[in-house]
T-cell receptor
Framework: DQQVKQNSPSLSVQEGRISILNCDYTNSMFDYFLWYKKYPAEGPTFLISISSIKDKNEDGRFTVFLNKSAKHLSLHIVPSQPGDSAVYFCAASARLNFGNEKLTFGTGTRLTIIP | DAGVIQSPRHEVTEMGQEVTLRCKPISGHDYLFWYRQTMMRGLELLIYFNNNVPIDDSGMPEDRFSAKMPNASFSTLKIQPSEPRDSAVYFC????????????FGEGSRLTVL
């Protein structure tokens, strides 16, 4: 079963507008969440993370929101730039309370920024 | 640091052949992970090691798959015999205990089994 779900395989956004990528999870033991970005023919690279004790974390143009009651997180990119075109993976772990370092990933969302 | 190094970058083989993928983690990292990327399932964890010891291999699809970590700087993922459905990109990643929980990925090995 897919414990981390990204229900939108693709998303297109105009340059300069806000991109919102969504992720849902089912495992209530997850307490740490990350977003990764992946360009073609490269490995995924870390973008931003949030722990379950917070509901928002911001880093420049990137903000991640966590709604624990809904088991939902989202990544906001504003303003969107052409270089943001990539596949974005949501990931989760139970590292904080359970010491489990392994990350469970979603299936990814391909973001295309239209100039 | 050179980052996580994987080889080969591309492998094309015929069904039934043995395939060996290699990984050198970042020096000082004590966790090593093998993931497989497919369109249908995204990034799937196959196995991970802590201090060279396999901790969780529940993601290894079948007995045809095996992984070893003989020392802190080297790991292999072997498929024997390979099948067309094993075609995917295989990623190795490493991290360290007490870090941010971020995994550092290699560039991947693209495997095509004909």
């Amino acid at each position: 079963d897919q414990q981390v779900k990204q229900n939108s395989p693709s998303l297109s956004v105009q340059e300069g507008r806000i991109s919102i990528l969504n992720c849902d999870y089912t495992n209530s033991m997850f307490d740490y969440f990350l977003w990764y970005k992946k360009y073609p023919a490269e490995g995924p690279t870390f973008l931003i993370s949030i722990s379950s004790i917070k509901d928002k974390n911001e880093d420049g143009r990137f903000t991640v929101f966590l709604n624990k009651s809904a088991k939902h997180l989202s990544l906001h990119i504003v303003p969107s730039q052409p270089g943001d075109s990539a596949v974005y993976f949501c990931a989760a772990s139970a590292r904080l309370n359970f010491g489990n370092e392994k990350l469970t990933f979603g299936t990814g969302t391909r973001l295309t920024i239209i100039p | 640091d050179a980052g996580v190094i994987q080889s080969p970058r591309h492998e094309v083989t015929e069904m039934g052949q043995e395939v060996t993928l290699r990984c050198k983690p970042i020096s000082g990292h004590d966790y090593l992970f093998w993931y497989r990327q497919t369109m249908m399932r995204g990034l799937e964890l196959l196995i991970y090691f802590n201090n060279n010891v396999p901790i969780d291999d529940s993601g290894m699809p079948e007995d045809r798959f095996s992984a070893k970590m003989p020392n802190a700087s080297f790991s292999t993922l072997k498929i024997q015999p390979s099948e067309p459905r094993d075609s995917a990109v295989y990623f190795c990643a490493s991290s360290f205990w007490g870090g941010t929980g971020e995994l550092f990925f290699g560039e991947g090995s693209r495997l095509t089994v004909l």
